[in-house]
């Protein structure tokens, strides 16, 4: 495989990105990780604009042109003869020397990655994660940055208790997301909803598409609206995911609900 | 300029790190900066056994035994001809496919780079941050962790206000820390305190220094305390540094205190 580095082509595992990029040593960047069928991304111009308001809230200029974004997308593609993949777009900051505040003269590191497209994952079986929480009221919550490790600890605290997905709550102890996806609950009434942005949710793209499909509220969501409701799923951007259970306990039937099996049908 | 990494000495300019590299796509990584002064690397021990702590709460294993990353330390300043220097060493999990778990035989990247020391900072006229928080009760907090993009928001933002640092606090609404550095402030009767680690505050080494040298208690700390203290100080492992002003206004008469001068003199 070969991955786009600032406009060329390079070997994927080659050493690619200086030590003193601002990725490497500080997480001070973004990241898209997009689906691509029949060799067209998936909600693409969704995905550039969310990296777009990302740049805006880290500050981070120089950013190439979407279109020219657009087309290294394509080209890693091809270049990979890949026509159904996962691509990731990695935005770091630059090379830099130390210190917080970037010097005025720095130019970011952009990274395409592609690979053929994951086997779809089993149902969710999640826990509350205790060992890290969103700060709904940073900017950063908004962004798909690369500081990840509050979604890796949450993800290792799952794998730890025999389930394979976890939830993170916000610092008011309700639900913001889960680890790689965004929540959403279908209440014994049939109401469809997920946490509003306000709440830690990330501004996911696949939630963004399920939101435009069907009607669908945005509120605030509680351990308690999970434990009674009818079904529950997550969204990122690789498609649908039933989740059936939290903390040991089945949510619904335990088994994935027809809205689900319905959004899994249209988006994969 | 030479920088180590895992065993071998490559031009710090030069590519050396994988773009797939989990410290560069995820923030998966930890990180010690040091002080090196007549060839000797201070309070070494204290900063690798911060290191081995956080790679326990990442559950990054791995990395090479401590000896190793002495003499790695030793030998980067020789190859650099530098006695007097700043070091940091950069421990990322490694390269690997994405998904957030790591595989099993997975390889840390371990780099280590010198500069000479910069000049001592001026004295720290800070703001309260308010666009980034620290979560006290993540096992993070303790880490020094490559997620340093609330800090880098919170130094921007300081910025943007005509200050220097930041004051970063906790879910609580307590002080946690400074952007670059742990604070302390002393009281009218000349109590010097500084918050406990329970509170968000990085375990700092130059912290621990401070807190063996002198009297010094851990306590919570509200802005309310800063804005009633004698003096207040930061700490980090490059020194110490005078904290004269919050948010507009002095923190006593505005100068740095005579504790400060004192610490300042022993510790840089």
Request: with cysteine.
């Amino acid at each position: 495989m070969v991955i786009y580095l600032n406009g060329r082509f390079c070997d994927a595992e080659a050493p690619a990105i200086r030590a003193d990029d601002r990725g490497f040593t500080l997480g001070d960047g973004l990241f898209e990780t997009m689906r691509a069928a029949d060799g067209k991304v998936l909600r693409r111009d969704w995905h550039l604009e969310r990296l777009r308001d990302g740049a805006a809230v880290l500050g981070l200029t120089g950013l190439p042109p979407e279109g020219e974004l657009s087309d290294a997308l394509a080209a890693t593609l091809a270049e990979n003869g890949l026509a159904d993949a996962v691509l990731r777009m990695t935005v770091s900051r630059g090379a830099a020397a130390r210190g917080l505040l970037p010097p005025e003269d720095i130019s970011p590191t952009v990274v395409i990655a592609a690979a053929p497209p994951p086997p779809s994952l089993p149902p969710a079986i999640a826990i509350t994660a205790t060992s890290a929480c969103r700060d709904e009221a940073s900017p950063l919550s908004r962004c798909k940055t690369l500081n990840y490790l509050p979604n890796i600890l949450a993800r290792r605290e799952a794998e730890a208790a025999g389930a394979n997905e976890a939830l993170l709550l916000n610092t008011k102890g309700r639900i913001a997301e889960a680890a790689i996806a965004n929540l959403f609950i279908v209440d014994s009434g049939d109401v469809v909803a997920t946490p509003p942005v306000s709440e830690g949710a990330l501004p996911g793209t696949m939630r963004r598409a399920v939101l435009e499909a069907m009607a669908c509220i945005e509120r605030a969501l509680t351990i308690e609206d999970l434990a009674t409701a009818a079904e529950a799923f997550l969204s990122n951007s690789l498609g649908i995911r039933p989740l059936v259970s939290l903390d040991g306990k089945p949510i619904g039937t335990g088994e994935p609900g027809p809205v689900t099996k319905r959004l899994q049908k249209e988006f994969g």
